[in-house]
């Protein structure tokens, strides 16, 4: 009897602390959310920018509408959207930041009810893509950077881009 007892409390034991264990890594596996910060930065020419928590210009399309995104496939590899897992923060940004579910399925920052992009091109501290046409298929896109505001700047604010050679077959093509 006592050697049944002693196997019982010693199962029990074990079973005890694996259910404790499969407790802790589930919870040590759960997501961190992460809240992507959108601030600003002055730029010659064109004034105050939106820029993401990595110090790219943030753009918004003419073709985006009533808070949807339509930039997905390799326009999405072009022009990122800026993604978040959590509310979004802003430091010294006028206007409304959101959240809306992109094209990618992932949550999508958005100003004023405008999804926000980067652009491939750009890297820290240049702004390629203002005035730049575009287009994916059948998609033609013209896309701005945002300005601090809520407001875009005219394409002629600073160098217009085109790339391409305006061919149908996808991204880069101006028009």
Known sequence: MKRILVLTAGVLAVALTVAACGARSSAATAP????????????P?????LVSSA?????????????????????????????????????????????IKGTSGASQVTLNGRPLYTFIADR????TGNGFHDHYGSQKFSWHVML?????PPASASPSKS?????????????
């Open 32 to 43: 961190t959310k992460i809240s992507t910060t959108v601030g600003t930065r002055q730029v």
């Open 45 to 49: 020419g064109l004034g105050t920018i």
């Open 163 to 175: 790339a391409g050679s305006g061919g149908s077959s996808g991204g880069f093509g101006g028009y």
């Open 124 to 127: 820290s501290g240049g702004v």
């Open 148 to 152: 601090a505001n809520g407001t875009t």
């Open 55 to 99: 110090g790219l210009p943030l753009y918004v399309n003419d073709q985006d509408t009533g808070g949807m995104a339509t930039c997905n496939g390799a326009c999405a590899l072009v022009w990122p959207q800026l993604k978040t897992s959590a509310a979004p923060t802003e430091k010294g940004v006028t206007g409304t930041l959101g959240v």
